[in-house]
C-alpha cells in the first residue's frame, strides 16, 4: 500500500513538473526540424537582453537570460512549432516549423483575436505554455508571492517584467506596423495548431503592404507547393533592420529589413523531392516575393546573417 502510494505521488510530481520549453538547442522540440537538424549559423546575430546587471530582477539569474532564446511553442498540452527568439531586438529570427495543410484541408482560419506572450521567458520556473499577457500578468505575481520576491520594486512587477523581457501589444499599437506571423496561422488545418501561431514571439513588425497582401499571397502559394509532399519542412526568418518600434522613446521591437523563407518537402522515406525559398523586403511597394532556390537565398543572405545553413545539404 505505501509502495502504491509513493508511486502516486512520484506520478502526480510528474505530471507537475514544469517543462523547460525554454532550453538550450530546442532539445524538447526537434520534430519540426528537417533531420532534427536546427539551421546553423544564427546563434551570433541575436543583440543581448536589455537588462543590466545593476538593474536585475531579483528573481532572475543572469544566466537564464540568453540570447538568443530557443523556445518550443507549446498552445495548451502540445508543442507545435519552434521559435528562435533574438531578445535584444525582441523578435524571432525565424519559426520552423512543418506546413500541415494543403489545397484539399477543409477551410479553417479561426482566429483567436488576441495574442500570446510566454511566461518562460520571465522565469524559467513557470509554466511554459504560452498564456494571454493579463493571466500572465497573474501567473508572475503569484510566483513572486510564493518565493518572496516583493513587488514594491518596480523591477519585480508582473507588467515591467513581461514588457521587459519580450515583445507586447502595446508596442505595435499606433507604430504604423502590423503584427506579421512568422510561421503563419494559414498553414495549418487544425484550430489548435492555429491558435498556437498566436504569440508575439512568433511576430515582427511588417508593412500593411506585406503582410496582408504580398507575403500573404506567397503563403497561400506554399500550401499548393506543398501538394504531393509526405512532410514540408518550414523555416522562415528575418533579416534585422535599422529601426525600430520606440516604447517611452527607447528602442523597443526591431523593425525588420526583409522577410524570408524556405521550405524542404520529403516523401514517405524522408527523401527529398523538391525545395525552394522566398525573400522579400518589407516595405509598401507592390513587387512579388522575389522566389529562388535554398543556395541563392544563402548567398543573398550571406552579407546581412553571415554563413547560414538553413537546411542539411540543403535539402538535397
Not at 521567458?121 to 510564493?146: A, C, F, H, P, Q
Not at 518596480?154 to 499606433?174: C, E, F, H, M, W
Not at 494559414?186 to 503582410?211: S, W, Y
Amino acid at each position: 500500500m505505501k509502495m502504491m502510494l509513493s508511486l502516486c505521488w512520484l506520478f502526480i510530481a510528474i505530471v507537475h513538473k514544469v517543462e523547460p520549453l525554454l532550453s538550450d538547442n530546442f532539445s524538447n522540440c526537434k520534430d519540426p526540424f528537417y533531420k532534427g537538424q536546427l539551421p546553423q549559423g544564427f546563434n551570433h546575430i541575436a543583440l543581448p537582453h536589455h537588462f543590466n546587471a545593476s538593474d536585475l530582477p531579483d528573481g532572475i539569474k543572469e544566466n537564464e537570460l540568453t540570447s538568443p532564446a530557443y523556445i518550443c511553442q507549446q498552445y495548451g498540452n502540445n508543442v507545435h512549432f519552434a521559435s528562435l527568439y533574438d531578445r535584444g531586438r525582441r523578435i524571432p529570427l525565424y519559426s520552423a516549423y512543418i506546413l500541415d495543410k494543403r489545397s484539399t484541408s477543409k477551410s479553417a482560419n479561426n482566429r483567436p483575436g488576441f495574442f500570446n506572450v510566454e511566461p518562460q521567458l520571465v522565469y524559467r520556473g513557470v509554466e511554459g505554455t504560452m498564456l494571454r499577457e493579463l493571466d500572465t500578468v497573474k501567473k508572475i505575481s503569484k510566483y513572486n508571492k510564493e518565493h518572496g520576491i516583493s513587488e514594491k520594486k518596480v523591477k519585480n512587477r508582473s507588467s515591467y517584467l513581461i514588457s521587459t523581457s519580450q515583445a507586447i501589444d502595446d508596442d505595435y499599437k499606433g507604430s504604423g506596423y502590423e503584427r506579421g506571423h512568422v510561421n503563419p496561422n494559414g498553414h495549418h488545418a487544425g484550430d489548435k495548431e492555429q491558435h498556437a501561431t498566436f504569440t508575439l514571439t512568433n511576430v515582427v513588425p511588417m508593412t500593411t503592404k506585406l503582410n496582408t497582401d504580398i507575403w500573404n499571397k506567397y503563403e497561400i502559394k506554399m500550401i499548393g507547393y506543398a501538394d504531393g509532399c509526405t512532410t514540408m519542412y518550414v523555416v522562415t526568418g528575418i533579416v534585422p533592420g535599422n529601426n525600430w518600434i520606440k516604447r517611452m522613446n527607447t528602442d523597443s521591437v526591431n523593425i525588420p529589413s526583409y522577410v524570408w523563407n524556405a521550405y524542404c518537402c520529403v516523401d514517405n522515406n524522408g527523401k527529398p523531392i523538391k525545395s525552394g525559398a522566398g525573400l522579400r523586403e518589407n516595405d509598401n511597394l507592390n513587387t512579388t516575393v522575389n522566389e529562388i532556390g535554398i543556395t541563392d537565398l544563402q548567398v543573398q543572405l550571406k552579407n546581412s546573417l553571415g554563413n547560414i545553413e538553413i537546411f542539411q545539404n540543403n535539402c538535397a
